[in-house]
């Protein structure tokens, strides 16, 4: 196994002069940084493999749900019972219930790192299924995922199971 000599500071990025960058370094997510006037960052710790750039959230915002009874009318509430999404090879995610009024109510955050992984080695990328309770009786249901963190993420789709109040 060749074990590479890191280095501190990548230069090369010229186009971002003044700019606050995301950094990615050895696959593992690093503080901000500010390029210097000359094109360099410079990292906490030394590192092999850096990719940097402007940050950016993705966001995924379902459409709002209208569920309807079974003799085809409108139901006026309903409950998500569970949310299942199903991604690929995506490190760190959140998933933020927003209010009628598009405040968060509740964010969960699915964690990059599981507890008993090594902490001395990159984390490993997760396919498959997140499952989540639901948020209660709610009539506007808004479900928004994100990434927050400049890891990658995809989701492959989201399936909801609702418990509808058809009085």
């Known amino acids: 196994m060749e074990i590479l000599e890191g280095t501190r500071t990548f230069q090369g990025f010229d186009h971002l002069i003044g700019a606050s960058v995301d950094i990615v370094a050895d696959f593992a997510a690093h503080p901000q940084r500010t390029v210097s006037d000359t094109g360099v960052i410079s990292l906490q710790l030394p590192a092999t493999n850096v990719i940097a ?18 003799d085809s009318t409108r139901v006026q509430q309903f409950r998500p019972r569970n949310i299942n999404i199903l991604v690929q090879d995506t490190i760190g995610t959140e998933v933020v219930f927003q209010d009628e009024d598009g405040n968060e109510e509740r964010v969960e955050t699915i964690p990059a790192r599981k507890f008993g992984q090594p902490m001395d080695a ?17 009539t506007p ?27």
Do not use: C
Not at 53 to 70: K, M, N, R, V
Not at 127 to 132: F, I
């Open 53 to 70: 750039g402007l940050p950016y959230t993705p966001e995924l915002e379902l459409l709002h749900p209208e569920p309807f009874a079974g």
């Open 141 to 167: 249901f808004n479900l928004i995922v994100r990434q927050s963190i400049p890891m990658p993420i995809t989701v492959l789709s989201i399936i909801l199971e609702f418990q509808v109040d058809d009085t």
């Open 122 to 138: 990159a984390v490993p990328p997760f396919t498959g299924a997140l499952e989540l309770a639901g948020n209660g009786w709610v």
